[in-house]
């Protein structure tokens, strides 16, 4: 669950306070009939458990989940003290490691049974159902057994007080949980159904029970209760039907992929349709990817078994085909541009096993937009699985306005929806205030490229940024690899430090020592062409150069030949460090081949078409380009790449240590590339850098 929620007690949460009231009254009266006696069942052993039973008992505990609830970040394992945020104040998870004082030590067996079951400390306090004990209660006596084994012998004792719940009045007052258990709190054991085979009855008892799925994705009624605990009865079609979880959307699980997408997402934290995010992002790192193969296809099975009216959704194709016809003609689609695509690309089929498609995906699909919102405010981390070990991330998109969010967020449902209706600028604004984002506040303002269409030349500065980001598209005869010019120059030019075209027309006519004269805005444009993309220079009367050279003007805004402009360039690298090619060949292979290839060829789509561009071989830059120095592309390396690896807007860009981008630049600089033949008219009068390919 989030742990970022609104400290002001909403109007939903203000019903719940006077039911809640209410109960607590009412719990005084009841406390006495609802509070069950300890469960008359004999004690465990006492020694040592054997090892099938230990082993049996730590599967349990992650058929259960207990260890994303019971351990704080940093933390040791199952010693508590994890915040869990609810809309009416905060608890904090308990150690239930065997530690006599803090722990579960001092406990009998039938004291945490009844804890598991009914709710019920050992001390006599009741539990607030955060703990999902109504779901437990369906626990065999098998699996409670091995549970309890595995916590007393199988987990070290960690001494950690626990806290005091900070919840406000009257939640506050436990005697009214008397009375809610009374009501609402699941006490059968699960009962197989005699009609169904034996996957589904265990897919049935691992979602209703251990799995406790219905806690998230089963909606709830006034009294905060589970409308449903299984698919059973008259409210059975409620069970797993979706809900909202603070600003996330719980997704209905009912009849929702095949069994194998189903399969897939559990164990891999992504399928064809989606990419976990929010709390569920914890529940396949330290629950579902353990499970064996029997166990997730039960539950595909069973989840599968549930009708739905929903609407289903096609599944996405492996070509998604066109970007969308509002690309480059709606505000919407121009963020979109700007901000998405090097991710989920224009035509939002994302990037294999990397980063998720937008087309098919059930988040953009969704009635309910909250967890597009919430993903897009707050940023988003991929799960770490033993089939996706390393992570990706999304950056917080907080520093764009609601309108501009609630715009790209429209374009993409309108887009990739399936029907979808449109993200209002209301709702990015109360997900904002109730989730308060971390904003990001570098000075270098990104240029918001949904304003061009507001210029009296729109058309032309659009055609611009469009040849800047698929320039090997447009102009076939004019490039001669791989490459874009935003392959270097980051979401058309737009990020800090990403060789950005902000303020950059206003230094032309300048000198270059490379040249040799001066050159104009036209010379730089044109050498890019050929170095950089291997290519021929464009007519510098053409209407696609007059409509380059007008976006870089655009982008010029307000900058004097004399100003500092934040961000400009990529930034420079310590002259002294020596670069290491050896360790250069590793960091490759560990930070820059999945996106660019093994053997530097680039990273393709299903289509055939380029995704992420080669950094060597025939269809990369020559050797006369930029990137071919190796301070220059260790520079570049060092605040750019890889992508989503951390948190920075806009890219989730850079991480890598000065040493460590120095060497991969050296490694892969000096692989083999186009020759230039014009190299020797180069420097004709300053002294060539010591970093030259010639």
């Known amino acids: 669950m989030p742990n970022n929620?609104?400290?002001?007690?909403?109007?939903?949460?203000?019903?719940?306070?006077?039911?809640?009231?209410?109960l607590a009254l009412a719990g005084v009266l009841a406390f006495w009939l609802a509070l069950p006696p300890p469960v008359a069942v004999a004690e465990l052993?006492?020694?040592?458990?054997?090892?099938?039973?230990?082993?049996?008992g730590r599967y349990v505990a992650q058929l259960g989940d207990c260890i994303a609830c019971h351990t704080a970040p940093g933390g040791a394992e199952f010693a508590g003290g994890r915040p869990l945020e609810t809309p009416f104040g905060t608890l904090w998870s308990t150690n239930i490691t065997p530690d006599a004082k803090t722990g579960l030590g001092g406990w009998s067996y039938g004291e945490f049974d009844r804890a598991m079951r009914r709710g019920v400390a050992a001390d006599g306090h009741r539990l607030y159902p955060a703990m999902p004990y109504p779901s437990y209660a369906k626990m065999t006596d098998a699996d409670m057994r091995a549970l309890w084994a595995y916590l007393q012998q199988g987990v070290a004792p960690v001494a950690q007080p626990n806290k005091p719940a900070a919840m406000q009045f009257p939640f506050n007052l436990r005697l009214g949980l008397a009375y809610w258990d009374a009501l609402f709190a699941e006490k059968r054991a699960f009962k197989p159904d005699p009609r169904r085979d034996a996957a589904w009855n265990r897919g049935a008892y691992l979602v209703q029970g251990l799995g406790h799925c219905g806690a998230c994705h089963t909606p709830r009624g006034?009294?905060?209760?589970?409308?449903?605990?299984?698919?059973?009865g008259p409210a059975g079609k409620r069970f797993l039907a979706g809900a909202r979880v603070e600003q996330w959307n719980a997704i209905e699980l009912r009849d929702l992929w095949t069994e194998p997408d189903i399969v897939e997402l559990l164990r891999t934290g992504q399928n064809r349709h989606s990419t976990a995010s929010g709390s569920m992002t914890e529940v396949i790192l330290h629950s579902t990817q353990h499970f064996t193969d029997a166990d997730l296809g039960a539950i595909a099975s069973y989840l599968k078994s549930l009708p739905s009216d929903r609407p289903k959704v096609a599944p996405p194709i492996a070509d998604a085909g066109a970007p969308p016809a509002g690309l480059y003609t709606t505000a919407g689609g121009l963020g979109y541009a700007q901000f998405c695509t090097d991710c989920h690309r224009a035509n939002g089929a994302g990037v294999k096993s990397i980063f998720p498609a937008l087309a098919g995906n059930s988040?953009?699909?969704?009635?309910?937009?909250?967890?597009?919102?919430?993903?897009?405010?707050?940023g988003w981390k991929t799960a770490a699985t033993g089939a996706h070990p390393r992570t990706y991330t999304m950056p917080a998109f907080a520093r764009l306005n609601d309108a501009e969010l609630a715009q790209i967020l429209s374009f993409v449902r309108e887009?990739?929806?399936?029907?979808?209706?449109?993200?209002?600028?209301?709702?990015?604004?109360?997900?904002?205030?109730?989730?308060?984002?971390?904003?990001d506040r570098s000075p270098f303002e990104t240029p918001r490229l949904a304003r061009m269409l507001a210029e009296p030349h729109a058309e032309q500065l659009v055609r611009g940024m469009q040849l800047n980001a698929d320039t090997r598209e447009l102009l076939p005869r004019h490039v001669g690899n791989q490459l874009n010019c935003a392959s270097c120059h980051l979401n058309a030019g737009t990020v800090a430090d990403g060789s950005p075209y902000v303020g950059i027309a206003a230094f032309f006519p300048s000198y270059a020592p490379r040249a040799g004269r001066q050159i104009t805005l036209e010379d730089r444009i044109n050498g890019c062409f050929r170095r950089s993309m291997n290519g021929k220079p464009l007519p510098v009367d053409s209407e696609d150069m007059k409509a380059m050279v007008a976006y870089f003007d655009w982008m010029k805004g307000e900058t004097k030949p004399a100003d500092k402009v934040p961000g400009r360039g990529v930034g420079k690298l310590n002259p002294a460090l020596v670069p290491n090619a050896d360790n250069g060949r590793k960091v490759y292979a560990a930070q820059c081949?999945?996106?660019?290839?093994?053997?530097?060829?680039?990273?393709?789509?299903?289509?055939?078409?380029?995704v992420y561009p080669p950094l060597w071989g025939e269809d990369s830059f020559n050797i006369g380009a930029g990137m071919a120095r190796t301070f220059t592309a260790a520079a570049f390396v060092k605040r750019n790449m890889p992508i989503g690896m951390h948190e920075k807007f806009p890219l989730g860009q850079g991480g890598l240590s000065d040493q460590d981008a120095l060497d991969v630049a050296e490694y892969f600089s000096h692989m083999p590339r186009p020759d230039f033949p014009d190299k020797v008219k180069d420097w004709p009068k300053d002294p060539k850098p010591k970093d030259a390919r010639y």
């Not at 929620?5 to 209410?22: E, I, K, M, N």
């Not at 060829?601 to 055939?608: H, Q």
Request: charged share 25%; net charge negative.
């Open 222 to 232: 006034m009294g905060f209760q589970e409308l449903a605990m299984s698919e059973a």
């Open 45 to 56: 052993n006492e020694g040592r458990a054997d090892a099938a039973l230990l082993e049996q």
């Open 593 to 610: 081949a999945a996106c660019h290839g093994q053997d530097g060829e680039g990273l393709r789509d299903a289509a055939g078409r380029m």
């Open 415 to 439: 887009s990739w929806g399936e029907g979808a209706g449109p993200v209002l600028e209301s709702e990015v604004a109360a997900a904002r205030r109730s989730l308060d984002p971390r904003v």
């Open 5 to 22: 929620t609104s400290s002001s007690t909403s109007r939903r949460g203000r019903r719940y306070l006077l039911l809640l009231a209410l």
């Open 363 to 378: 988040t953009v699909t969704a009635k309910d937009p909250a967890t597009l919102i919430h993903i897009t405010l707050t």
